[in-house]
């Protein structure tokens, strides 16, 4: 099993910046790491995708350009950087791995077998 921990979560005004970490206990060469959302009364959602280790990033249509995800294979993390933060990027943040399926986003909480605790994001 992989065990995955966030952290980096907290209260921010509108327009600033906060950058989440997911620390795992292993990320493989060219694993799928995901950050997923959600808001109270709302569907969970995945907000950016990545292949570690050089390959492909996804990211929603309502973060991109403001969110960057990347690794750093060293510290076993991925990272979650978040600028130009709105009241509705609000939610419950959470890291997971283990997907199972082909690279073809949007991608589904379901397809995930790892996933972190959570790290609450309110703007």
């Known amino acids: 099993d992989v065990q995955l921990v966030e952290s980096g979560g907290g209260s921010v005004q509108t327009g600033g910046s906060l950058t989440l970490s997911c620390t795992a206990s292993?990320?493989?060469?060219?694993?799928?790491m995901a950050w997923f959302r959600q808001a109270p009364g709302k569907e969970r959602e995945a907000v950016a995708a990545?292949?570690?280790?050089?390959?492909?990033?996804y990211y929603s249509q309502p973060v991109k350009g403001r969110f960057t995800v990347s690794h750093d294979r060293a510290k076993n993390t991925v990272y979650l950087q978040m600028n130009s933060l709105k009241p509705e990027d609000t939610a419950m943040y959470y890291c997971?791995?283990?997907?199972?399926?082909?690279?073809?986003?949007?991608?589904?909480?379901?397809?995930?077998?790892?996933w972190g605790q959570g790290t609450q994001v309110t703007v």
């Open positions: 292993l990320i493989s060469y060219g694993s799928h």
């Open positions: 990545m292949i570690t280790d050089g390959g492909r990033k």
């Open positions: 997971a791995t283990g997907y199972g399926g082909q690279w073809s986003p949007p991608f589904q909480g379901n397809e995930y077998k790892y």
